[in-house]
């Protein structure tokens, strides 16, 4: 089975609006990224979170280990915030940097 | 100005042909990667280099053949293409197995 799962699938918001994107893993990890894609293809990195809450700017991931799971927050969402979002696993015992991604979120910010 | 470039940004090629994608990275990292992305699947791993040594390798087929000539070059040479290898190749790169950055892509087509 899938073993990296992201919902929703899609979503849309309205500027101001904040937005809550998750991503189940049932796996044990050694790390989970956070990444946007822009709609032209290329990726960026937002988060390297195995655990705990990290902060920047309008976002924030938290990962619960225990419960396997992470979360992306948006907040105050902008009509640049619009692609989509992507989160990745490295597996326990990988230890050469092989992730594994889920479907993603699309998020589309209208003005 | 991007740090890890990918070249060329499209390439079109004929089935049964062979094609190399290139990749430079100047972040300083020791480990590179590349990962596909297919239409409607997620971001799949395919090799993982580390001090230009292979640490990993997801792909089944022996026509994915990845060079490394120097620390920050990892080249993907693509034998006897096929139609199914139609894809976005993505380099990346990273220290220590941490965050990984990726280049823009290599959009491949294969009539």
């Known amino acids: 089975g899938q073993q990296v799962q992201q919902s929703p699938a899609s979503l849309v918001l309205q500027e101001g609006e904040n937005a809550e994107l998750q991503c189940n893993f049932s796996?044990?990890?050694?790390?989970m990224q956070w990444f946007y894609q822009r709609p032209g293809g290329s990726l960026v990195s937002l988060f390297y979170n195995p655990s705990g809450t990290k902060h920047s700017g309008r976002l924030t991931s938290t990962t619960v280990i225990k419960e396997r799971r992470s979360s992306l927050h948006i907040s105050s969402s902008q009509t640049t915030d619009s692609g989509t979002y992507l989160c990745a696993l490295e597996q326990t015992g990988a230890n050469t940097g092989k992730l594994t991604f889920g479907h993603g979120t699309i998020l589309r910010v209208h003005p | 100005d991007p740090k890890i470039i990918q070249k060329p940004k499209y390439l079109v090629a004929v089935t049964g042909s062979e094609k190399i994608l290139i990749c430079e990275q100047y972040?300083?990292?020791?480990?590179m990667y590349w990962y596909r992305q297919s239409a409607k699947k997620p971001l799949e791993f395919m090799f993982s280099y580390s001090y230009q040594k292979l640490m990993d390798n997801q792909t089944a087929s022996s026509r994915f053949q990845p060079q490394s000539s120097k620390k920050n070059h990892l080249d993907l040479q693509i034998t006897a293409l096929k139609p199914d290898d139609s894809a976005t190749y993505f380099c990346?790169?990273?220290?220590?197995?941490?965050?990984?950055?990726f280049g823009s892509g290599t959009r491949l087509t294969v009539l």
């Open positions: 990346a790169s990273s220290q220590g197995g941490r965050t990984l950055y």
């Open positions: 796996t044990s990890l050694n790390s």
């Open positions: 972040l300083g990292h020791n480990a």
